[in-house]
């Protein structure tokens, strides 16, 4: 054969070769879009939406926006990239004020029953956590709740007994506990020292 002739085969070859990879590559991106408009489906049904260019999730039956992204981290548009951060209860609270803009802007802490309202949403929707709170870490994330409740002053209670709770310190370790979560997790609250270390998740209302 000559010259000519093989590099015509060649030709003939590559060309065909990348007019199948061309075909691969748009099957496979046809079915990622088919796969994202599911999910897409799938958060506005349970009452989720992704606002403000991704970088905030906003829960349409509170009408409250959760950061996407845990203190440390943001947005890239693809992903939460950067180092999450846990932070002590009073760093948390500092950070959250340092991003309050005006009444748009209202950053802060959960509440406890906000973390535990989203916990018990996402617990029903597994498949959308990864989607709503990307690179999201797991463990425990700061409230601005307060210790409070009877129980927590019952010198019968076995935990307040492994803690050294009586009735005369009661009112000094409200002020030195608070509640923290786990939003991807359907495990109780549990009562923390503010001078641990957690993650942090802020919210605001939308305005």
Known sequence: MSQGGAGRIRGWVSCRMGWRMGVVALGLLGVATAVRAGLDEEMQAAGFALVEQG???????????????????????????????????????????????????????????????????????????????????????????????????????????????????????RFLHAWAADPLSTAEPREEPKRATHWVRLVRPMP
Request: glycine residues 8%; hydrophobic residues 35%.
């Open 55 to 173: 970088t905030g999730v906003l829960d349409q039956r509170t009408g409250l926006v959760w950061a996407r992204c845990v203190q440390g981290m943001s947005w890239n548009g693809r992903q939460c990239a950067g180092q999450a951060t846990p932070l002590a209860q009073e760093a948390a609270l500092r950070q959250a004020a340092e991003r309050r803009q005006g009444p748009s802007q209202a950053w802060r802490l959960p509440h406890v029953a906000d973390l535990r309202r989203l916990s018990n949403r996402l617990a029903k929707e597994p498949r959308l956590q990864p989607l709503l709170f990307p690179q999201a870490p797991r463990g425990l994330y700061w409230s601005d709740s307060a210790v409070v409740g009877e129980s927590q002053v019952n010198p019968y209670n076995y935990g307040n007994i492994l803690q050294g709770r009586t009735q005369d310190n009661a009112v000094q370790l």
